[in-house]
Nanobody, 115 residues
Framework: QVQLVESGGGLVQPGGSLRLSCAASGTIFSISVMGWYRQAPGKQRELVARITYTGFTTTADSVKGRFTISRDNAKKTVSLQMNSLKTEDTAVYYC?????????WGQGTQVTVSS
């Protein structure tokens, strides 16, 4: 069973930056996708960005050009660099791992963008 632990959330002003990190324990297979999802109050959880083991990325249109996902397979980590943050980016951000037919989630980290 893979465990995912997120870090790096917090309060930031509009236009600011934050970096989220997620560390995985357990076995990560070469056919795997790691990603970040977010859920704002009253809304459904949505994909922010995801990255395959080989580095192919998919990014939501709402964050394209502002957020960058990266992955370190040796360290079993995935990160999300968030720049030019907007108030609408406020949400709980969840780390996700999909592999071998399983779907694992972290506990979530709060990101609040407010002046």
């Amino acid at each position: 069973q893979v465990q995912l632990v997120e870090s790096g959330g917090g309060l930031v002003q509009p236009g600011g930056s934050l970096r989220l990190s997620c560390a995985a324990s357990g076995t990560i297979f070469s056919i795997s996708v790691m990603g970040w999802y977010r859920q704002a109050p009253g809304k459904q959880r949505e994909l922010v960005a995801r990255i395959t083991y080989t580095g192919f990325t998919t990014t939501a249109d709402s964050v394209k050009g502002r957020f960058t996902i990266s992955r370190d397979n040796a360290k079993k980590t995935v990160s999300l660099q968030m720049n030019s943050l907007k108030t609408e980016d406020t949400a709980v951000y969840y780390c996700n791992l999909q592999q071998e037919g399983t779907n694992s989630w972290g506990q979530g980290t709060q990101v609040t963008v407010s002046s």
